[in-house]
């Protein structure tokens, strides 16, 4: 593992991000173990954040600011940190989400990113990966995509999930439901719609895998392909209507909201007796 001393702050926006945060907390004569205090972080924590081994957060980033004095310096510096922590051939698709007025996603496996708990994310990652270092990465950087919906003006996401995301468990029952909760907590918000695909449906229109559209304010939309490796983005306007076109039809065999959160709180109370 580095020493905070020996990043060199030109090598990434982390590591200028660490860099900088580590000289104002010394210029501001605060030790490190006091600024974790304040964070509400274990000082292990922040060391590795100052050694660039794990990513700052939001909050961090706002504590900053304030305790420096350096009005929204980190909180601006934040997002580019997050973004940098995705392999770059997934870089792209977080611009475009950022940018979309309407997010449409259908998930066969996993409850979709931004709607994921940090506990459940965790096991998600985890189950790919043995690296812990990266997992920890992936995970802060997928919470930070799903500031998004915190936005004044959120996108609207629409989530088609198939019937076994909210079966499978990743990791133990109280991380599922956990999760599950989390989903039954958002689908009051009226930018948020999320239907359930049930299994007597049989055959459907995304049987191909999971995938994305995403409606942009200006430019064309675009569709994400999930893949086993790496996914892709279309812009093909062809590719777009027939992913578009089959989201219609995907929404159309799926249980109506109400019953979707019905089966949702149903599969919660049997994990929960």
């Known amino acids: 593992m580095p020493y905070a001393e020996d990043l060199d702050p030109s090598d990434s926006v982390l590591s200028f991000y660490v860099t900088d945060l580590r000289r104002r907390r010394e210029a501001a004569g605060i030790t490190q173990r006091d600024f974790a205090r304040t964070a509400l972080m274990a000082p292990s924590l922040l060391n590795k954040i100052e050694a660039a081994q794990r990513l700052p957060t939001k909050e961090l980033s706002a504590l900053a600011d304030e305790k420096f004095g350096t009005g929204d310096h980190f909180r601006r510096l934040w997002p580019l940190v997050i973004k940098y922590a995705y392999p770059k051939w997934f870089r792209p698709y977080v611009e475009l989400e950022a940018a979309a007025t309407i997010i449409r996603s259908f998930e066969v496996q996993t409850v979709p990113g931004l709607l994921q708990t940090e506990e459940y994310g965790r096991e998600v990652l985890a189950a790919g990966r043995t690296n812990r270092d990266e997992i920890e990465e992936l995970l802060n950087g997928r919470m930070g995509r799903q500031a998004i919906l915190d936005r004044p003006k959120p996108p609207e996401l629409w989530i088609v999930i198939d019937e076994t995301v909210i079966l499978r468990r990743p990791g133990c029952v109280d991380n599922m439901a956990g999760q599950l909760q989390r989903l039954l907590d958002v689908s009051g918000i009226p930018n948020i719609v999320i239907q359930v695909l049930p299994f007597d449906v049989g055959g459907h229109a995304g049987v191909d895998g999971p995938f994305t559209t995403l409606t942009m304010d200006e430019g064309p939309n675009v ?22 076109r089959a989201y219609d039809l995907l929404t159309a065999e799926a249980l109506s909201i109400s019953r979707s959160v019905d089966l949702i709180a149903k599969a919660l109370k049997e994990l929960t007796p």
């Open 223 to 244: 569709v994400y392909v999930d893949g086993f490796l790496k996914g892709q983005i279309l812009a093909e306007p062809d590719d777009v209507r027939t992913a578009e």
